[in-house]
């Protein structure tokens, strides 16, 4: 247990220290992005909807990921509940360096389709979440820069503004920028705020339940996330439960024969 408990507080003072050399905003992206991705895991996820005036509906869902040797992190969403959205499933790969590709089948319909460059900005599922949301995104589609620091859920945050690279990036996501806090002590993102295509206030997106999931790579993963619409007030949660690292997730879960069988 103590060689455990030194190990921990070693990788601490070790990301501290590297937190304080860290001055490129770009490199700060790139290590929280590095920070989050396990291997390997499986989840239950609870999607809940609120409109803003006091109705709620409730989606669940499980969700497997796995980080595959050419860099590739494929991760596959299948709805569990309410029976309008049974037995919908979600598939993505997030490249290493290039677009990502999503595609949902719809049991409805008997058939999968893919997600294309300019549904990123659309709701997923009803809720205030986008689809760009579900996915890492390429990292070079955007620039990046150092807006000073501040504390976000007493943890000292730099505060980093993002801007599409180009103006069909920026119509792609719906956003002319967003800004992201990004904790110093661990390198995982407290809050992102969009802006619109106008460059207005537009959701705000605020990560908790951060959990060291893999002690040997130092890596944590955001257990729960809400994001609010600043204009009409509606209001969306995400929350993963029974969270379990697991590098060995079947690769067969990774395919669209999968979800469309499920």
Known sequence: MKTINIILVCMALGSAALAQNISDPKEVMKKSRDQSKLSGMEAKTTLEINDG??????RE??????????????????????????????LIY???????????YMPALRKSRKIVSSEKSRNFMG?????S???VGNLDDFSYAMDGTEMVDQQA????????ATSNIATDYGISSKTVWISQKDFMPRKTVFMD???????????SGIKMMDPKSGKYFISQMEIKNLKNGRFSKMNMTQMSFNPAVKEEYFTLSYIEKQ
Do not use: A, H
Request: some cysteine.
């Open 53 to 58: 005036k006091g109705n709620q509906r409730i």
């Open 61 to 90: 869902t499980t969700m497997v990921s796995r980080i595959f040797p050419d860099g590739t992190e494929k991760r596959t969403i299948l709805f569990l509940s309410p029976t309008d959205v049974k037995g919908t499933g979600i």
């Open 94 to 104: 997030d490249y290493e360096g290039k677009d990502d590709n999503m595609w949902i």
């Open 127 to 131: 809720s205030e979440f986008s689809n």
């Open 133 to 135: 949301d579900l996915t």
């Open 157 to 164: 945050c730099w505060k980093i503004k993002v801007t599409p």
């Open 197 to 207: 295509p106008e460059g207005k206030p537009w959701k705000e997106l605020t990560y």
